[in-house]
């Protein structure tokens, strides 16, 4: 296995002889199988109702035809059971289905009216529309925000610091992203339209710059490319550099690597099988980089400090095909790449 040191200039990779679960004390015991709604995709976890108990909200995406297909698009509250530690579905939770079935790629949740109860925005990405569900019972699906053609990727902030959440989407197909601004009063008034490079197909948030002003970032599959752009606080953005991921790049995350304080950028990449990873002077620059070997057709990932060292782990779904007597599966697996801070 390889170890990923952290926390100091020139990261570098250390092969170690030992598993990181006996080396590194992070301890994982045998998974649960939890039953989901068929096709889910986009789960977040929080206490969506303000009732003290937190829920998982987990979106069924894709649209189908033909009779019984209201079910597409639908987001499905679950809660924990204290007692079995299993996740149920929950009926007394807000939850919510189309009244006709539609291609519902991504959602956020936040009080976009400051009513006290969070609001639910989704994109309608077989259309170029967003919805906009209003909280806490998210029974009205007929208030909807035209965007562009294809919105795949979804995010809300405060884009000119009024203390109203905004909206930011990326349309893969126009190869733009969306700025909305909200006016808090359920109306939201269109600041800009950003070109990005050919098929985006991730918007993530933060502060590059460190001018406590938000800002974007973009990733295009069609042209392996992360690009940079620099809120001004007044709801509009400026493109400020260009970064080329390896190929077939899947996945982008946000996060401190090198624990210094500052946000950096990683993105995996399928058919390079590594994770690249940028850090951050500071400036909003992203100078060195950094590619951690990933196993097999990494597609999505996520960190955490697992082992409770202080400093972020990752932990990798690997996608692949298989073929074995002529018959060809696809396959997968789980790659964790533990950090140090020797």
Known sequence: MFSLLACRSGDHLVEEDTPPST?????????????LP???AQLIRRDWDNDGEVELLVLVPQRSEGPGTTDDGRIQAFTLQPQSS???????????????????QSFVIEDFDLDGYNDLMLTQ??????????????QDDNNTLIVDLTPISLQAGDWN??????????????????????????NFTTTASLDTADFPQQLVQGDWNEDNVTDLASLSVGENLLQLWKGKGDGTFEKT???????????????????????????SSRSAEVLRIWYNDGSGNFRNQFDLPAGRGP???DVADFNED????????????????????????????LSTSN
């Open 241 to 267: 550099s260009e970064l080329d991921t390896p190929n077939s790049p899947q996945q982008l995350e946000v996060a401190d690597f090198d624990c210094d304080g500052r946000q950096d950028l990683a993105v």
């Open 161 to 186: 610091n009024d203390g109203l959440k905004d909206i930011a989407v990326a349309n893969r197909g126009t190869d733009s992203i969306s700025i909305r601004l909200n006016n808090g009063n359920d």
């Open 23 to 35: 080396v590194m004390d992070a301890l994982f015991f045998a998974p649960k199988e939890q039953s």
């Open 86 to 104: 299993e996740w149920l579905q929950a009926d007394d939770r807000p939850s919510w289905t189309p009244s006709e079935p539609r291609w519902h």
């Open 310 to 337: 202080g400093v972020l782990d990752f932990v990798i779904s690997n996608r692949f095909v298989v073929v074995f007597a002529s018959v060809t599966t696809l396959s997968g697996d789980m790659a964790l790449v």
């Open 299 to 301: 597609s999505s990932f």
């Open 38 to 40: 068929v096709g889910s």
């Open 125 to 138: 990405s077989d259309s170029v529309y967003l919805q906009l569900l209003k909280g806490p019972n998210w």
